[in-house]
Each structure stands twice: as structure tokens, then as C-alpha cells.
């Protein structure tokens, strides 16, 4: 798809954003009574559903336990539904592996692991629609899902996507805009220390570029995070009413 046909001469992107505009998004937690955590979001039309279990006993091989630490456990996966292609999407395959492992190394820079030694921590992430932005919505369900779950975490750990089109950043990007052919990179960040927890991108892009890029997608992800901080504190409110503490 042609650059120009993903931004305007006027600025607006094919949905109507504007350059640096983020989507809707909608979130809830505590969507599983069975599980210790969960939650779900909708980035747009991207849907997203995390599930968390412990922290609880390794039952891996003992071999993997951490003395020191618990073991965090991701599973990533897409719901056959979730694109127009309807083609089976085996368990494991090399992109669900991948993502898994991204997600892996996300919360283990933001879940304070050291407190739970010797102990698990699973986290499954489904995509139920896809359109764009499809490890963003996942760290950003699981951030919550964790939260749920009781976890402590160093901070929110907030994602969201970044590219350019005709040298313009657009932050946030839809399907159509990272199929557009351009550059495009993945941030995951603990906004109140500026930390990143996983930067990922797709493509080569000129160091000139990269600062604009980061800011750009820098500026999302604290965009994001106030968004869940008040999806966080509307749970809350909505527990203690029913607590009636």
C-alpha cells in the first residue's frame, strides 16, 4: 500500500487519527473468576484477553527453578477467527514462540520476582482480532492481568507501536499501516522511570530517524499508561463497592 494513501495532505491517517493520535481504548479486569488475574482490551479493532496463574509451585522441570527469583511463564497465541485468513494457527509455531519470548523478557524487567523465589508465574495472552499493534495489546492486557493477580510490579509496563510514512512518525499503527511497507518498531516502557523493557523493530532505519521515532512512540506508551492507571482505579472502586469496604 502507497505512503499516500496512509496519510492524508491534510494529516489524517486512514481511520482519522491524527499523526500522533492513539486509538480507543477499552479495557476490563477481573473478566475470569477462576484465574488469579485477567483482563481484557480493545486497542481499536485490535482485541486482547490475559489470563495469570500464581505466583505457584515450578511445575516445570526442576531444573528451571530460580532460587532467587520466580520463573515467569508466557504463552502467546491468536484465535483462528481473529484475522480475515482463516487458516489453523498450531500451538507453537515460530511466531507464537517468538512473541512468547518477548513477553517473557517484558515482565521480567517489571514484576518484582525476587519477592516469590523458587516459584511460577504464568501469563497466557490471546488474540481474539487482529488489526495491528497485536504485542502492544498483549502487554498492555497482561500489565493489567498481573495487577489483577495481586503481583507487585516495579510499574506499569505500557506498550505501543511506531512508524514512519513519508517521513511523518504516526504512533499506534493499524493493520494497514504496518503492512504499509515502512519502518515500524514495538516499545515497551515503565513510564515513570523512562525504563524500556523491550524495544523491538522490524527493518533498518537511518539513526537519524530512530530519536524521532522513540519519542514518538515514548509519548504513546505514557499515553497508554494513563489509560490503564484509570481502568486500574475504576476496578478498584467497583471491588470496594461490592466489598462494601
Do not use: W
Not at 498483549?138 to 516495579?154: E, Y
Not at 511497507?181 to 539513526?207: F, N
Request: glycine share 8%.
Amino acid at each position: 500500500m502507497a505512503g499516500v494513501e496512509l496519510l492524508s495532505d491534510q494529516g489524517y491517517r486512514l481511520d482519522g487519527r491524527k499523526a500522533t493520535e492513539l486509538r480507543k481504548v477499552q479495557a476490563r479486569m477481573g473478566v475470569f473468576a477462576q484465574a488469579d488475574g485477567s483482563a481484557y482490551i480493545e486497542q481499536g479493532n485490535t482485541k486482547a484477553l490475559a489470563v495469570v496463574y500464581g505466583p505457584h509451585e515450578v511445575r516445570m522441570s526442576r531444573s528451571k527453578t530460580l532460587h532467587d527469583r520466580a520463573v515467569i511463564n508466557c504463552q502467546y497465541s491468536m484465535a483462528t477467527f481473529s484475522t480475515a485468513e482463516r487458516k489453523r494457527r498450531p500451538h507453537g509455531d515460530r511466531k507464537s514462540t517468538e512473541m512468547s519470548l518477548h513477553l517473557k523478557q517484558t515482565f521480567e524487567a517489571a514484576v518484582l520476582t525476587n519477592l516469590y523465589p523458587r516459584s511460577q508465574i504464568d501469563i497466557y495472552v490471546k488474540i481474539l482480532q487482529s488489526d495491528g499493534g497485536n504485542y502492544s495489546a498483549c502487554v498492555n492486557a497482561a500489565t493489567l492481568a498481573v495487577i489483577d493477580a495481586g503481583i507487585p510490579m516495579r510499574d506499569y509496563v505500557c506498550a505501543c507501536t511506531a512508524g514512519f510514512v513519508d517521513e511523518t512518525p504516526l504512533a499506534d499503527l493499524c493493520h494497514a499501516e504496518e503492512s504499509g511497507g515502512g519502518t515500524s518498531l514495538a516499545l515497551a516502557l515503565l513510564p515513570r522511570g523512562g525504563h524500556i523493557a523491550l524495544l523491538q523493530m522490524d527493518a533498518r532505519l537511518h539513526q537519524d530517524h530512530l530519536e524521532t521515532l522513540m519519542e514518538a512512540a515514548m509519548t504513546a506508551c505514557k499515553g497508554v499508561s494513563k489509560v490503564l492507571d484509570q481502568v486500574v482505579r475504576q476496578h478498584l472502586q467497583e471491588v470496594s463497592a461490592l466489598t462494601g469496604e
